[in-house]
């Protein structure tokens, strides 16, 4: 097949909603600094005994669903997480077996933030190539299982989700060629630590100053790939970190008025390779984007590390 589209998309959030004022109880800061440099209002938070599969199988479950296609149709499976703590077996031999999936390839993928459009890709290039028909492509975060609670420049920030997307074979290009890439000189900026239990640190003013100067130019650059321009597009899904680093994007980018853009960071806080699918997920649940219209999917994190691509709303 020369290409692929996304046919489904399902996602899930837990139930538990961490709000400012609650964040305000555990350590100094208030709802309005939170709202002032994040925009973030509120954040879900899986409970103790949920876990990265849980969330992964529940997100993975509605897009399937939604594809009315059965488990034995899906060939690959691959989870963007990198606050999963099992490391084996996978968070997608898991998802298989939740689901039913009796022989798929299954495997997990961590490019931090950048994870899920980095496995858009990968599946992609593997449906092209013939390797199977219809993929499970997952992003998945339990962050808060990563957060310090007692250092306030990171808890107020994370959250917990899922997002996923059925992927599968298709004539037209529904999945544009990917830009990605990554800067070496800024490994150390996004990091989890791992002394007396693995945390979430970052550099935060050295991510807001790079992703504000270079994200304009990859997501032309995906557009381009996509034979587009960025007026081109319907809407535009970034990595939901930081809503002061969405609009700062998109004003660089110049955009119609009628361009739908993703802000789920206001209710679901940063999900980390999570927030792409979650945030796409909603949009198209709430038909806020039209169907076949062109989407541009712009990730970053941890590396750093980007990845992009313009997708074919399902
Ligand atoms: N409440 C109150 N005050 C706070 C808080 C808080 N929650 N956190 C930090 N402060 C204080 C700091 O201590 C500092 O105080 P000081 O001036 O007395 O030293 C002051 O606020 C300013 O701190 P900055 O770190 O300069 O705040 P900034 O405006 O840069 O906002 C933020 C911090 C939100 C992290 C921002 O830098 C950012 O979003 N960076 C990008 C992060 C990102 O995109 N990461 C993505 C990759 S990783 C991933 O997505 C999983």
């Not at 989870?79 to 997608?92: E, F, K, L, Q, Y």
């Not at 962050?143 to 994370?158: A, E, F, G, K």
């Not at 007396?196 to 032309?220: C, D, K, S, Y």
Request: hydrophobic fraction near 45%; glycine fraction near 8%; charged fraction near 20%.
């Amino acid at each position: 097949m020369p290409g692929s589209r996304i046919a489904a998309l399902g996602h899930y959030q837990p139930a538990h909603v961490l709000t400012n004022d609650d964040l305000a109880g555990m350590v100094d800061t208030s709802d309005d600094w939170i709202r002032r440099r994040t925009g973030i209002a509120t954040r879900r938070i899986a409970a103790q005994d949920e876990s990265v599969t849980d969330l992964a199988a529940a997100a993975a479950g509605k897009a399937l669903a939604v594809s009315g296609l059965q488990p034995s149709d899906i060939g690959l499976i691959t989870v963007a997480t990198c606050s999963a703590v099992d490391r084996c077996p996978s968070i997608a031999a898991q998802v298989a077996g939740r689901l039913a999936i009796p022989s798929a390839v299954a495997y997990d993928l961590n490019n931090g933030c950048a994870g899920f459009c980095t496995a858009i890709a990968g599946a992609d290039h593997a449906l092209r190539a013939g390797a199977a028909r219809h993929a499970l492509v997952i992003g998945a975060e339990k962050m808060s299982d990563v957060t310090d609670w007692s250092d306030r420049s990171t808890c107020v920030l994370l959250g917990d989700g899922a997002g996923a997307a059925v992927l599968s074979a298709d004539e037209n290009e529904g999945v544009g060629p990917v830009a990605w890439g990554s800067d070496p000189t800024r490994s150390d900026a996004v990091r989890l630590v791992d002394d007396w239990h693995p945390r979430f640190v970052q550099e935060g003013q050295t991510v807001f100053r790079w992703v504000t100067t270079e994200l304009p130019a990859i997501a032309r650059d995906a557009c381009h790939r996509a034979g587009l321009t960025p007026a081109d597009l319907a809407g535009i899904v970034t990595h939901q970190a930081n809503l002061r680093i969405i609009e700062a994007v998109i004003r660089q980018l110049d955009l119609p008025k009628d361009v739908i853009v993703a802000k789920d960071v206001v209710d679901s806080g940063n999900t980390s390779a999570a927030s792409v699918p979650l945030a796409l997920s909603k949009l198209t649940e709430r038909g806020d984007i039209p169907s076949d219209s062109p989407v541009l999917l712009l990730a970053f994190g941890g590396g750093l590390s980007w990845a992009g691509q313009v997708v074919t709303c399902p």
